[in-house]
């Protein structure tokens, strides 16, 4: 069953309900890919939510302040809009639990909500935040040695002899939503203390995530906690274009809150 919901300042979502609801129901949020529309990339959105609906959970499919329906909705920080949003779902629906996550700015979102407000208890990120160290250079280093002679070649021949008009390189860092360096762990930690329940996984669709211990010497040893679950999928893209990604993930995410948030 899917209804429109009214919420904060204009704005709407759709709400998709499981046949049976309990007093302990959690409801899901799932925050946009960037400036894709609510259904998500090839209405990824849409197939979780009725899937995690057939599970008995509750799902909440909405356009953050500045994309497709909320375009007009950008005249406030936008995590200040996010927090009156769940007032607002919690006074329509009586949901009081809630789990949040996305897709690259999706995920940044989700963890500024999710460190803002008590009422977030699990979190999936993907392709979220991570930063580069050692473990990156690391696997930078093995994905050059599968390199063909060619591309080696071509590559050399770009260091040595650069052009003019050469574009200026760009970092996650510059373009993402994410927290001051070196904050990530205390935030990481006061997330688990709280007890959040926390899945990240990263796709090789990603350029500053390319070797698993980068999740460890992001977020230190609290990453080996019972409450967070980890993936790495470097054969995926970074919006599952692929038709058995998308049942992959969705597999995936409903697997993750029927063990860990079991309604």
């Known amino acids: 069953m899917e209804d429109i919901v009214d919420l904060c300042a204009g704005m709407f979502g759709v709400l998709?309900?499981?046949?049976?609801?309990?007093?302990?129901?959690?409801?899901?949020?799932?925050?946009?890919?960037?400036?894709?529309?609510r259904c998500g990339p090839s209405r990824l959105h849409v197939r979780l939510?009725?899937?995690?609906?057939?599970?008995?959970?509750?799902?909440l499919r909405f356009d953050v302040p500045g994309v497709g329906d909320s375009l007009r909705r950008a005249d406030k920080p936008q995590n200040e809009v996010m927090l009156e949003m769940?007032?607002?779902?919690?006074?329509?629906?009586?949901?009081?639990?809630f789990v949040i996550g996305g897709i690259c700015a999706g995920a940044d979102t989700s963890w500024q909500l999710a460190i803002a407000d008590a009422r977030i208890v699990g979190l999936f990120l993907l392709d979220g935040l991570m930063r580069r160290g050692r473990w990156f250079l690391?696997?930078?280093?093995?994905?050059?040695t599968h390199k063909s002679p060619s591309a080696w070649l071509a590559a050399?021949?770009?260091?040595?002899?650069?052009?003019?008009?050469?574009?200026?390189?760009?970092?996650?860092?510059?373009?993402?939503?994410w927290p001051p360096r070196g904050s990530e762990r205390e935030q990481y930690r006061a997330l688990l203390d709280r007890g959040v329940e926390v899945f990240q996984l990263f796709t090789g669709g990603t350029s500053y995530f390319l070797h698993p211990r980068q999740l460890e010497e992001t977020f230190?040893?609290?990453?080996?906690?019972?409450?967070?679950?980890?993936?790495?999928?470097?054969?995926?893209?970074h919006l599952f274009y692929a038709e058995s990604d998308r049942?992959?993930?969705i597999?995936?995410?409903?697997?993750?809150?029927?063990?860990?948030l079991p309604h």
């Open 251 to 260: 597999a995936e995410i409903a697997g993750w809150l029927q063990q860990r």
């Open 220 to 237: 230190g040893d609290a990453v080996h906690a019972p409450a967070v679950r980890f993936r790495h999928w470097p054969e995926c893209d």
């Open 138 to 144: 690391l696997g930078r280093l093995q994905r050059a």
């Open 156 to 177: 050399l021949r770009g260091r040595l002899s650069p052009k003019p008009d050469q574009p200026i390189l760009v970092t996650p860092e510059d373009l993402r939503e």
């Open 16 to 37: 998709t309900r499981p046949p049976q609801e309990s007093a302990t129901s959690i409801c899901v949020i799932l925050v946009n890919a960037g400036n894709m529309h």
């Open 247 to 249: 049942e992959r993930l």
């Open 86 to 97: 769940l007032d607002a779902l919690q006074a329509r629906t009586g949901y009081r639990r």
């Open 49 to 59: 939510a009725r899937r995690l609906a057939e599970l008995g959970y509750a799902t």
